[in-house]
């Protein structure tokens, strides 16, 4: 469905992406790293916000470089700082985005009641969103990111700034709709991914250095200490 080619990434002569390889089927994936590992710049080329140095990332089948706008369509992307409109109401902003990612007019009221009361908003609709706290905006960038139904959702460090009764409803909204999407996700917070993600990938100096299924058999935390803990 979704996979890196080949993907290099460099700036000036430090190589962030090194040969990177992976295909990605409908499942929730946990991205886990130390920082400067590669996460973001990943991320960053598969949502095609950068362009890679070489290799490719390709939609079903078509280089996502030829898609260009189409590709878009199919993706929502939380980037760990995110620009929201603060003179807009929650409601315009969502509505805006669902315009320009392509939603069918007809189902941006369902979609919109779906996503506020997922992100524990729908009382905050109104509202401009100069109006709210650090955790509020980061539950609507989140209700931005799922507002057009895409297949593809990526987060990055998305439960920054939420409390815990909130990345546990973050947690929820994952797994309610989960079904037929890629979704990758980038934490920091180890316990987050453990208890949602199908698959883990361990990168590390811009290679995915080890991937586990997350089935319950193994101990998370122990795996990412032994593979980095030569690091420290």
């Known amino acids: 469905m979704l996979e890196v080619k080949n993907l290099y990434k460099k700036y000036g002569k430090k190589c962030v992406l090194n040969n990177m390889n992976y295909l990605f089927t409908p499942g929730i994936y946990g991205l886990l790293g130390p920082n400067g590992a590669g996460k973001s710049t ?32 199919h993706i929502g ?23 320009l990612r392509g939603l069918d007019k007809s ?33 609507a960038a989140i209700a931005v990111t799922f507002i057009a139904d ?33 979704i990758i996700i980038s934490s920091h917070i180890v316990s987050d991914l453990d208890m949602i993600a199908d698959k883990i990938l361990l990168i590390k100096e811009g290679v995915i250095a080890g991937e586990i299924d997350n089935d319950g058999s193994h101990n998370l935390e122990d795996e990412y200490m032994t593979l980095f803990e030569k690091d420290e």
């Not at 290799?55 to 369509?73: P, Q, T």
């Open 107 to 139: 189902k941006i009221p369902e979609m919109m009641e779906k996503v506020l009361t997922g992100t524990n908003l729908l009382s905050k609709k109104d509202d401009k969103i100069k109006t709210f706290s650090g955790g509020m905006k980061r539950r």
């Open 42 to 73: 990943l991320m960053n080329i598969i949502s095609d916000v950068i362009d890679s140095s070489e290799g490719s990332v390709e939609y079903m089948g078509k280089n996502i470089k030829n898609m260009k706008a189409e590709y878009r369509k």
């Open 77 to 99: 992307y939380l980037p760990q700082n995110t620009g929201l409109y603060p003179e807009f109401t929650l409601t315009e902003m969502l509505e805006y985005f669902a315009y």
């Open 150 to 182: 895409p297949e593809i959702l990526i987060f990055d460090e998305p439960t920054v700034g939420l409390d815990p009764k909130e990345r546990i409803r973050f947690r929820e909204l994952i797994l309610n709709n989960k079904k037929d999407k890629v």
